[in-house]
T-cell receptor, first 109, second 115 residues
Framework: GEDVEQSLFLSVREGDSSVINCTYTDSSSTYLYWYKQEPGAGLQLLTYIFSNMDMKQDQRLTVLLNKKDKHLSLRIADTQTGDSAIYFCARGGYNKLIFGAGTRLAVHP | DAGVIQSPRHEVTEMGQEVTLRCKPISGHNSLFWYRQTMMRGLELLIYFNNNVPIDDSGMPEDRFSAKMPNASFSTLKIQPSEPRDSAVYFC?????????????FGPGTRLTVT
């Protein structure tokens, strides 16, 4: 995704919080998304946020959206080994999604 | 619901051979997407269809790649002739266009190895 950028790697200790960041350039999208890809599998929608919201919380997941700075983040509380995966940020646009390159989250004991 | 079905799950072929990847979208979905994932280039959108019509094929790498959607429940991605640089995981996804969330449902992918 040429206008959706993410850092490539994040390593956290089990039980800590993880914060995955994403920036984008096109602010016209109605929704922004976080997808999760586990090893050997396709992408699965984790959560999404409407563009006129600042925050969305869903159990251990918190999504923060700063429209002014075009910055989206995903916070995972109490990170577990099962959270190890690649996390993709995406924005919607004209019936298709523009994905970032993905952030590989590694959780270590 | 069975989800998006892709076949084969793994394909190993020799350079120059024709490869056909298949996808069955979720019943009722009207948009279908083909993606390619590699370590070097990440996830790339190759082409997508809406109501069986190709809408955007700007991501198709070159003329060796072609995709069809003859009906609402089936699509193919063909590579002819295949080259080693085509080795990747190819994902198919479907969605219900026109819904606010535009969630895409991904298949398990086809891992293609061209030797």
């Amino acid at each position: 995704g040429e206008d959706v950028e993410q850092s490539l790697f994040l390593s956290v200790r089990e039980g800590d919080s993880s914060v995955i960041n994403c920036t984008y350039t096109d602010s016209s999208s109605t929704y922004l998304y976080w997808y999760k890809q586990e090893p050997g599998a396709g992408l699965q929608l984790l959560t999404y946020i409407f563009s006129n919201m600042d925050m969305k919380q869903d159990q251990r997941l918190t999504v923060l959206l700063n429209k002014k700075d075009k910055h989206l983040s995903l916070r995972i509380a109490d990170t577990q080994t099962g959270d190890s995966a690649i996390y993709f940020c995406a924005r919607g646009g004209y019936n298709k999604l523009i994905f970032g390159a993905g952030t590989r989250l590694a959780v270590h004991p | 619901d069975a989800g998006v079905i892709q076949s084969p799950r793994h394909e190993v072929t020799e350079m120059g051979q024709e490869v056909t990847l298949r996808c069955k979208p979720i019943s009722g979905h009207n948009s279908l997407f083909w993606y390619r994932q590699t370590m070097m280039r990440g996830l790339e959108l190759l082409i997508y269809f809406n109501n069986n019509v190709p809408i955007d094929d700007s991501g198709m790498p070159e003329d060796r790649f072609s995709a069809k959607m003859p009906n609402a429940s089936f699509s193919t991605l063909k590579i002819q002739p295949s080259e080693p640089r085509d080795s990747a995981v190819y994902f198919c996804a479907s969605s219900l266009a026109g819904t606010a969330e535009e969630e895409q449902y991904f298949g398990p992918g086809t891992r293609l190895t061209v030797t």
